[in-house]
């Protein structure tokens, strides 16, 4: 998250400014720890995350396709430090939509230097796109896609920093957040969305919401304005997204406390009961600079301490009813939510991984109680079952610890699922390297996560005071590049409690750095890249990983240039560089149309004027081709 106000600072820099950690100063442990890390890594190696040793590594048996090196049907593309997309030799891009392009006939006419009017801003593309996924139904074409933040300064540009004045600038952030469900179509001229369709709808943070599952009318969900504590407005910081195999879409909740904050300036003190919860979710006085809380009551936690505990969930979207109510899940749990990967078990169990974007945060797993059967009731599949979180051992096996009342010694399963990250600690879940996404490979039983750096590894703990040594899938101190995690689920089966993992790949630099720093052997000097972040495996089992990363090409990050987009082969290892995104832009958000021979990716704060070429930046999905029109994954 780039080009912030207050400023420039990511999420976590912010959560720490407000809830400032001890650092860990046991000097000789740090020292004993890098010395085992070297001999974990060389295990690693010596396992196969090496480009030729990944085929012989434990997990390869289970990968049905025996692709070959080389099966890129691309030739890699070089770093580029410049304001414009670049794609292979062979292939093109054209926008589909940017920030501000109309929703709906009556939408707000978009000003190339002034952005849009606050009427009607609840029909337009909203800005900073993430996740997405495509739907096909009843000949339509639909993508659903997130708009996790606003750049303030580029939304209010003529608000002073970009700070809300008045209640008409917040009501336009809340309204250009959020979701867009849209129809798109392909013509002469390429992929347009279809403005006057039936089924264009902006999901914002004003939005009804139901709220479901086992924390559904808890106390702890309850405000003044809804005192069932089953009915709440507003979807926030939608990261990354979910498809579930009944066609609807769900949208995560990541940084939301940031737009929390409080007009009594010793909130801090004040709510006891609710003191730990805030803390460890990061949620503060002053908010991340949204101001909400200054002119929206509802975002006043000294008004509404509860509020707060209606954000952080999971949420499911019907894209082909527009009149439908968005549901919030409970059993799904509440933390920063990164994405949300569905896939079904042997028995038709719904299964859920899903990651909590932040350092020193967990990983997290869902299996339902009921099965999934096509055609039937999906009523309670997102909430009728257990939460699990994540235990890497290192010896690269793992295993799923359920939580609940009894293991985490918490009150009720409704505040296990409302605290998720406490019960996570309560139970010794492993610290990770912020998860990012999770994917699962449609052609084998094997999920991979991208955790996509840490600085303070080794250096402070969590927020909830869990310590972060390096461990098994985290193997590094300071670790500024980041690495993608793979699982096999034991018995080929998402819902079993035990897996053996390894290291798909460890980020690196090493035209700079000739230790763990350089990276696994599957990283050269001409495909690196820092900060793994959106994932997502095409139908032919390929490994698109987007990056989030340091693009200043300095430094420990000379020579990877801008974020991009790779794609690695699971079998081989191998890795290359497909797209880059312009200087000052997060590659995030990957899906198809329907007869794969288009695939849309998200380019999320681009600097410069992209892609205009003149006046603002605009947030945009682009539609990559191939010129022969064959399909792209
Ligand atoms: Fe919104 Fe963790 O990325
Ligand atoms: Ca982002
Ligand atoms: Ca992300
Ligand atoms: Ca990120």
Not at 101 to 113: H, Q, R, S, W
Not at 276 to 291: E, M, N, P
């Amino acid at each position: 998250m780039k080009d912030i106000d207050k400023v420039t600072l990511s999420a976590d820099d912010w959560d720490e400014l407000t809830f400032p950690r001890a650092e860990e100063n046991d000097f000789d442990g740090v020292v004993e720890r890098a010395i085992s890390r070297r001999g974990f890594l060389g295990g690693v190696l010596a396992f196969g995350s090496g480009a030729a040793a990944m085929g012989t590594g434990l997990l390869s048996s289970t990968v049905v396709q025996a692709q070959s090196a080389g099966r890129f049907p691309f030739t890699p593309i070089d770093i580029q430090t410049d304001f414009d997309v670049h794609v292979p030799e062979g292939y093109s891009w054209k926008v589909l939509a940017r920030w501000g392009d109309p929703l709906a006939p009556a939408a707000a006419g978009y000003d190339i230097t002034e952005g849009g009017p606050v009427e009607g801003s609840d029909m337009v593309f909203g800005e900073n796109t993430d996740g997405m996924e495509s739907f096909f139904y009843q000949g339509h074409e639909l993508i659903a896609v997130n708009h996790e933040y606003t750049n303030r300064r580029t939304n209010l540009p003529a608000a002073q920093e970009g700070t809300p004045a008045n209640a008409g600038d917040v009501l336009k952030l809340q309204n250009l957040q959020g979701v867009s469900v849209m129809e798109i179509r392909e013509t002469d001229a390429g992929w347009e969305v279809v403005t006057d369709s039936p089924f264009n709808r902006r999901i914002h943070h004003n939005s009804p919401m139901t709220i479901a599952g086992p924390a559904a009318g808890h106390d702890l969900l309850k405000t003044e304005a809804d005192p069932t504590g089953t009915q709440s407005l507003g979807t926030f910081n939608n990261c990354g997204s979910g498809k579930t195999p009944w066609g609807t879409y769900l949208t995560c909740e990541e940084n939301f406390n940031g737009y929390f904050g409080s007009t009594e300036e010793s909130q801090d003190q004040k709510p006891v009961q609710l003191d730990a919860g805030y803390a460890r979710y990061g949620i503060g006085t002053d908010g991340w600079g949204y101001d909400y809380h200054k002119w929206d009551p509802r975002f006043d936690t000294a008004k509404n301490p509860h509020e707060p505990h209606r954000a952080g969930w999971i949420v499911e979207i019907d894209p082909t009813d527009p009149e439908s109510t968005p549901v919030k899940h409970t059993g799904l749990g509440r933390f920063k939510h990164e994405n949300a990967e569905v896939v079904l078990a042997p028995d038709g169990r719904v299964v859920v991984y899903m990651g909590d974007d932040e350092r020193g945060e967990f990983i997290y797993r869902f299996v339902s109680n009921g099965t999934y059967q096509p055609g039937g009731s999906t009523e309670g599949l997102l909430d009728d079952g257990t939460l699990y979180v994540a235990k890497f051992n290192d010896n690269q096996t793992g295993e799923w610890l359920a939580l609940t009342p009894e293991t985490s010694g918490m009150a009720s399963l409704a505040e296990v699922l409302i605290f998720a990250r406490k019960a996570g600690s309560a139970v010794g879940a492993t610290t990770m390297d912020r998860p990012e996404w999770i994917a699962t490979n449609p052609n084998a039983v094997e999920a991979y996560c991208c955790l996509t750096n840490n600085k303070n590894r080794g250096v402070k703990p969590n927020a909830g005071g869990d310590e972060t040594p390096a461990n098994g899938p985290n193997p590094r101190e300071v670790n500024h590049y980041g690495q993608i995690v793979r699982w096999k689920p034991d018995n080929d089966d998402h819902a079993s409690d035990s897996f053996a993992w390894d290291l798909y790949v460890m980020a690196g630099n090493p035209a700079v750095h000739e230790d763990a720093y350089a990276g696994s052997p599957n990283i050269t000097p001409g495909n690196m890249f820092n900060a793994p972040d959106g994932m997502a495996i095409d139908s032919t089992g390929l490994v698109w990983i987007q990056t989030d990363g340091d693009d200043d090409n300095e430094g420990d990050f000379a020579g990877m240039g801008n974020n991009q987009m790779l794609v690695g082969d699971p079998v081989t290892g191998e890795i290359a560089r497909f797209l880059t995104g312009p200087n000052g832009s997060e590659v995030t958000g990957l899906c198809w149309s329907a007869d794969r021979r288009t695939m849309f990716v998200g380019i999320q704060h681009p600097g410069g004027s992209w892609p205009d070429g003149e006046g603002l930046p605009r947030s945009s999905v682009i539609a990559v081709k191939r010129d022969d029109n064959a399909p792209v994954g």
